[in-house]
């Protein structure tokens, strides 16, 4: 199924499938537009394809987020400047958002690219760290999408019904006592954690206020970072060093 019968262009995808009934969903990439796909998933099949957006970020091809189904609606990130809730069965989109990046009361984004290198960047791609948090899963809970873009400096808590923001938190503020944070572990008992390099972070799902900071022992020298934990039991599970890290 690499090309359509209507010549439409070959699609890739950008992350694992999520499974829905006999459906398969996926964030794609056909040409420069990213879209939600569907397949059959007996066959493979291409059923239907929602396209999203085009354009709009830095990367080439974007760092792709697993989807997430609720009651029907997927819901599917692009970390390149769009979020979207799309009908899981007809792929009609319910709502979409070009997130914020930043936070709009500061009006910029932070970034180690000069201006020369950010307008030429459909041409040439570099490597080097994420600007933004390192890859997440989507998080949908208790009425709101929570999403971690790479391409952003904010932690967006959405309305599930509108998209709208309900709250949202600076991730890269130098302010902060747990410093940059990096990853979403998960969610429990209304509370939603991360991870800085250097810290455990709690903070409410409801309204996004910091609960506690937690400060964790620090990564092996030889890898960046720790990686992403989990929720296990009502627990906090992160990697140590040879060792598992559990927070009640």
Do not use: M
């Not at 957006?53 to 792709?64: E, I, R, V």
């Not at 990046?101 to 307008?119: E, I, K, Q």
């Not at 309900?166 to 902060?176: H, K, M, N, P, S």
């Not at 934990?229 to 927070?247: K, Q, S, T």
Request: some cysteine.
């Amino acid at each position: 199924w690499n090309r359509t019968d209507d010549g439409s262009p070959a699609v890739t995808f950008l992350a694992a499938p999520t499974e829905f009934g006999a459906r398969l969903l996926l964030p794609g990439l056909r040409g420069d537009a990213y879209t939600l796909e569907c397949l059959e998933r007996a066959t493979g099949r291409p059923l239907w394809h929602a396209p999203l957006h085009a354009g709009g970020t830095p990367f080439f091809k974007a760092p792709g987020v697993p989807v997430v189904v609720r009651a029907g609606v997927a819901f599917v990130a692009t970390n390149a400047g769009c979020v979207a809730a799309v009908d899981a069965f007809s792929g009609d989109v319910r709502w979409i958002r070009r997130y914020e990046r930043a936070d709009p009361l500061h009006g910029f984004v932070r970034s180690s690219r000069s201006r020369d290198a950010a307008d030429q960047f459909e041409t040439a791609f570099g490597f080097g760290p994420l600007p933004g948090f390192w890859p997440n899963d989507l998080i949908v809970q208790d009425g709101v999408v929570v999403l971690a873009p790479c391409d952003g400096e904010l932690l967006l808590a959405l309305d599930v019904a509108s998209g709208e923001i309900v709250w949202f938190l600076d991730g890269t503020t130098r302010y902060a006592p747990y410093g940059r944070l990096q990853t979403i572990v998960g969610v429990s008992d209304g509370r939603l954690f991360a991870t800085s390099e250097s810290h455990l972070v709690a903070l409410d799902l409801a309204g996004g206020l910091l609960l506690w900071c937690q400060e964790l022992p620090p990564p092996p020298a030889r890898r960046l970072g720790r990686g992403r934990g989990a929720i296990v039991d009502g627990r906090v599970v992160l990697p140590g060093d040879r060792d598992l890290l559990v927070f009640e």
